[in-house]
């Protein structure tokens, strides 16, 4: 038997020993700024109120498990952002984070850009009438219809993520008589410190192509022999959830590298760089996110630097928050189904939600917060794991939290910082449905993905 495997799987019985874990908090009552959306507050009932609105009420109207989006932050977060990198840069919104034609249209009136990475991301912003000149086109495997559809569209960049891409955006365009504009994805060879599967830099993964053995200078080459390519630039992307600007002053100073290359061997400056996204927010009071005009400055700083050791003009600078705008700006919101304590291990809190509204716990390993929402209690702390309604042992929510002792059934329980990704990579495990995005502003609340329905579900089996 293999060291790794416990005799009953992987994560079976998978208990902290005692003193591992954090100390409780100090008050289960107190909300961590760095972690809720900036209108979450308690009011004088004791129950947590964002955009002026109780969520006893946002669970009386719209049900359990919901998504509750606060507005206010999500606007001021495109606005920290676009006033970070100021006019010389582009901010682009990872739409892969979260889209919704309303959110398309907060990112229009707000002055960002958007990237998309499938022809359902790309159709949402064009419906919802974000210009097609301020889209970005990513992916490592776009079908020729999608490339089609974008370049018909007239997006303004198309990101080359292989050699058989260059040909096959280069093939479309000619045919359709359009010289698209592109940016190559360089693999960079940088090991972002975060999980295996969201480092995206290092040379054993699918993206880009790697620096390594040549392979971005040829597709350079092949690119800016094609008639039906403007290569405008080059692109990096070093991975996620990073709380530092380390990795990426590794990335720049081989991305301007590779620059200069360019320079000496075909006499073309590219005008663009684009240094993806990936920073980090707080899902626990223990992260320590960068705040967005350091990040700005230290990244025109490293790009400055390494340009003008290369003897090269500083190109226009490209950016990626996704998950860095909507990420905080969300909690889901549950309602405690059983309570089921293990003597001298933890309780057992299981909520009306699960994997189904959340997987990134199950899948990444990822930490989350947790609050009673409903009220406030004076009760002693309880060593808690939050976990949701679905057939699997690891249906977790989050994995080791203190709740109070006297946490009972339809109590309300609200995961912070969930904007990002959960209901992007929702399913339908178990035939859950699909909790609704509700948007709060200023004491309204509307709907903006409804709840799915089972009808929705029978829809599509068409057996």
């Known amino acids: 038997m293999s060291r790794s ?3 009953a799987g992987p994560r079976h019985a998978d208990v902290l020993p005692e003193g591992h874990y954090s100390a409780p908090p100090a008050d289960l009552n107190a909300l961590d700024e760095k972690v809720w959306a900036r209108t979450v507050r308690r009011d004088e009932d004791g129950v947590v109120t964002v955009g002026g609105i109780e969520v006893t009420r946002l669970a009386e109207e719209f049900g359990t498990p919901a998504y509750i989006l606060d507005e206010v932050d999500f606007r001021a977060r495109c606005r920290a952002w676009a006033d970070a990198f100021g006019e010389n840069a582009d901010v682009f919104y990872a739409g892969k984070a979260f ?4 959110v398309v249209r907060w990112l229009h009136e707000e002055g960002l850009n958007l990237d998309v990475c499938s022809g359902g991301e790309l159709n949402t912003a064009l419906d919802a009438g ?9 992916g490592n495997n776009k079908s020729p219809d999608e490339i089609e559809r974008a370049i018909r569209a007239g997006v303004g960049r198309i990101v080359l993520d292989s050699f058989q891409e260059i040909v096959r955006v280069a093939h479309i365009a000619s045919g359709l ?21 969201i480092a995206t830099a290092h040379e054993d993964q699918k993206f880009g192509i790697p620096l390594a053995g040549g392979q971005a200078a040829e597709a350079v080459r092949r690119a800016l022999t094609l008639d039906g390519l403007e290569l405008v630039g080059l692109h990096s992307h070093i991975g996620s959830q990073i709380f530092d600007t380390s990795g990426f002053e590794v990335a720049a100073h081989r991305v301007v590298g590779l620059l200069r290359q360019i320079r000496d061997e075909h006499g073309v400056e590219l005008p663009e760089i684009d240094l993806g996204g990936g920073l980090g927010i707080a899902y626990t009071p223990a992260d320590d ?20 050791s290369a003897g090269l003009r500083t190109p226009r600078i490209s950016v990626e928050p996704g998950r860095a705008i909507v990420g905080p700006t969300a909690f889901t919101l549950y309602e405690v189904g059983t309570i089921k304590p293990l003597e001298g291990l933890r309780t057992y809190v299981s909520v009306d939600g699960g994997m189904s509204d959340n997987i990134r716990t199950a899948l990444y390993d990822a930490e989350y917060s947790v609050a009673l929402v409903s009220r406030t209690s004076d009760a002693a702390p309880m060593l808690s794991r939050v976990v949701g309604k679905h057939c699997e042992s690891g249906d977790i929510v989050v994995k080791d939290a203190f709740l109070p002792a006297d946490v009972a059934p339809g109590d309300l329980l609200a995961v ?6 959960c209901r992007s990579m929702a399913s339908n495990y178990n035939h859950a449905l699909r909790p609704p995005v509700v948007v709060v502003n200023d004491g309204a609340a509307r709907v903006i993905v409804r709840r799915e329905t089972e009808e929705d579900l029978l829809r599509l089996d068409v057996g």
């Not at 210009?131 to 990513?138: K, Q, V």
């Not at 996110?289 to 003008?308: D, F, G, S």
């Open 416 to 421: 912070p910082a969930t904007g990002a990704y």
């Open 99 to 102: 889209l919704s034609r309303a």
């Open 5 to 7: 495997a416990h005799p």
């Open 177 to 197: 008589g359009v010289r698209q504009r592109v940016q190559i994805r360089v693999t960079v060879g940088v090991e972002a410190h975060t999980h295996e599967f």
């Open 289 to 308: 996110p960068r705040e967005p005009h350091h990040i700005a400055k230290a990244l025109h700083e490293i790009v400055t630097r390494e340009c003008e």
């Open 130 to 138: 974000m210009p097609a000149d301020r889209i970005a086109y990513h």
